[in-house]
């Protein structure tokens, strides 16, 4: 419920704060007052679109700032709520209720923040969501329209609808994906059999010359050998020579007498060996090292000359070999294994390609089943609403009974929606093309006969402007059902309406005041007269610009302003004594 609101800079009001209680509260005051000010602070703290222009004629901004209680609020609600503080990091004030505060700037610019958190005004909106529901004077107009009465319908029939509803969206949305890829399949399947051609043709290049993972590296390393093979041959047997001196030529044969590295190794190793002096001796070691290194070295070179191909043609293999694997790097990619990655991935895409007629009908297929599924969950949803439908037409006929519409009757249909010629979606139910929109194949419209023996016309042509707001009235008595969450505010609902009706609209608001907080605006005595909480708007000419306080009024403070709303006789015995009288006129009425 909302606890308390204070306005600074907003219209006429410079600044004004308001505590709120639960039952029912009015607000009155002079046309002009600014009591249209205090609905429009709770749409900006519905999160509703800033207006610059609302802010106070010299004021730099306008602050609006709320504090709501969850304190009777139902699990379902109090979760919601936790879980949109704990995602923005907003807190509970000490006391566990929630401040939302909305800032609009002169320049237009707007601010938002939730329990001392800055937070987007969405997350006023989701706050304010499930605790307060604002309606304001074009809510009238709202509900001529369809869509409006197929959200009300639905409403009344609570989880039964919801269920359905949630069913058929979910199987609807699987039957458009899967007419969406068949139309997509057909429409392009000669790209697609063009790109699996292309796909095809170069897997089969690829395979046919089978690169390896860093041949292409190898290769070049290989060739640039191969290339200087006359000059390494002759490195590698000059260094052997070198090493075992005429022990070997670089082709293995006998070498003749020359010297080399390992003779004088061995013969310095012997000396040292035979001398007496430990000095000397402590060296042979270290020759022993040298002498296996060399070995080791010689053995090295031996096998290097071994390996150097002795085929005259293998450069020219190579060469060939190197320019079949830049034919496929020029095409696919910038070396061996990027066109090794291009080949999985086009195997991959190819095993998803498939163009075939089988493949085209079992698409076709799966569309039918999909909408054949879709079609008996519009008929079950639309059977549902149908049954709901005269249950809703017979509890607000029976609510306009107490508001002074005894006669009235309003009916509730559910009509198939025929789908049109450019329909891009329709689905075939009972054997009618229907359009299948996200909330069904129905069309629901409410239907109001303002007497006896009338006909029942859509109240978009049948209802007056006080007709209509006791429709509403009377919709959203049937709709709240017993949860009291949420806190409901309504603007003038009772325009256009006098009399008799207006005493009815007032019980009818005191009794949904017995499980909601009810705030109303409202200009007529009759309605202000059953209330638990009367606010009014004062307005104060000043020398630069009007401003407005709102106040709580005592008991003989009401009595004087439902005089002045009465006929304007605030001070006069006349006007006290009507106010008196419509007062226990109420009270009596609600112990009924």
């Known amino acids: 419920m909302l606890a308390e609101i204070r306005i600074d800079g907003l219209g006429v009001i410079s600044k004004a704060a308001a505590q709120f209680h639960e039952g029912l509260t009015v607000l009155t005051g002079e046309t002009g007052a600014g009591k249209t000010m205090v609905v429009t602070s709770l749409h900006l703290l519905s999160g509703a679109r800033a207006d610059a222009g609302r802010v106070r004629l010299g004021a730099d901004r306008a602050v609006v700032e709320g504090r709501f209680s969850t304190a009777n609020a139902s699990a379902r609600v109090v979760s919601e709520v936790d879980r949109l503080l704990e995602s923005t990091g907003a807190e509970r004030d000490e006391d566990g209720t929630i401040i939302a505060l909305r800032t609009v700037g002169s320049d237009g610019r707007s601010r938002a923040h939730l329990g001392g958190r800055s937070v987007p005004a969405g997350a006023l909106s989701e706050l304010t969501g499930p605790l307060l529901t604002v309606h304001g004077q074009n809510d009238q107009l709202r509900l001529q329209r369809p869509d409006q009465q197929r959200q009300a319908l639905d409403e009344f029939g609570g989880a039964p609808i919801g269920s359905l509803l949630d069913k058929y969206r979910a199987l609807r949305a699987e039957w458009i994906e899967a007419r969406d890829e068949l139309a997509e399949r057909t429409r392009s399947s000669r790209e697609l059999a063009q790109e699996v051609d292309r796909l095809e043709f170069g897997l089969n290049e690829i395979d046919a010359v089978a690169p390896q993972p860093g041949e292409d590296l190898s290769i070049v390393a290989d060739v640039r050998r191969l290339s200087d093979l006359d000059s390494l041959r002759s ?188 329909d891009a979606a329709p689905l075939t139910v009972d054997g009618r093309e229907l359009h299948a929109g996200s909330a069904g194949v129905d069309e629901v419209e409410f239907r109001l006969a303002a007497h006896s023996g009338a006909q029942a016309l859509p109240i978009s042509k049948s209802a007056s402007g006080g007709e209509l707001s ?123």
């Open 235 to 422: 490195a590698a047997a000059d260094a052997q020579v070198a090493m075992l001196g005429g022990a070997a030529e670089a082709d293995g044969s006998d070498g003749g007498d020359g010297v080399g590295a390992l003779d004088l190794l061995g013969e310095a190793r012997a000396r040292i060996e035979s001398s007496d002096d430990p000095a000397l001796t402590a060296l042979g070691p270290r020759l022993a090292e040298a002498i296996a290194v060399v070995t080791d070295v010689s053995s090295d070179l031996t096998g290097y000359l071994a390996d150097l191909p002795s085929d005259p043609g293998a450069l020219d293999t190579l060469l060939n070999r190197q320019a079949e694997l830049k034919t496929l790097t020029r095409k696919y990619a910038a070396d061996v294994d990027g066109v090794l990655s291009w080949a999985n991935q086009a195997r991959d895409r190819l095993s998803k390609i498939d163009v075939s007629a089988e493949a085209l009908a079992a698409l076709a297929a799966r569309v039918d089943d999909c909408a054949a599924a879709v079609a008996v969950a519009a008929t079950a949803l639309s059977q549902a609403r149908t049954k709901y439908a005269v249950k809703l037409g017979k509890a607000v006929t029976t609510e306009l009974g107490g508001l002074a519409m005894g006669k009235a009757r309003l009916e509730v249909t559910v009509q198939p929606l025929v789908a049109g010629a450019q």
């Open 470 to 592: 006791r429709v509403m009235l009377a919709l959203e008595v049937v709709l709240a059902g017993a949860e009291g969450s949420a806190t409901m505010v309504f603007d003038e609902v009772d325009a256009g309406v006098g009399g008799r009706a207006a005493v009815e609209i007032g019980r009818r608001l005191a009794r949904l005041a017995r499980t909601h907080q009810v705030i109303v605006v409202t200009h007529l005595p009759q309605v202000a007269a059953f209330a638990d909480t009367h606010l009014v708007v004062d307005k104060v000419d000043g020398r630069k610009a009007a401003d407005s306080g709102v106040r709580t009024l005592t008991d003989g403070e009401r009595v004087v302003e439902l005089a002045r709303m009465l006929a304007g006789l605030d001070n006069t015995q006349t006007g006290r004594a009507h106010a008196e009288e419509l007062l226990a006129t109420a009270k009596a009425a609600r112990t009924e």
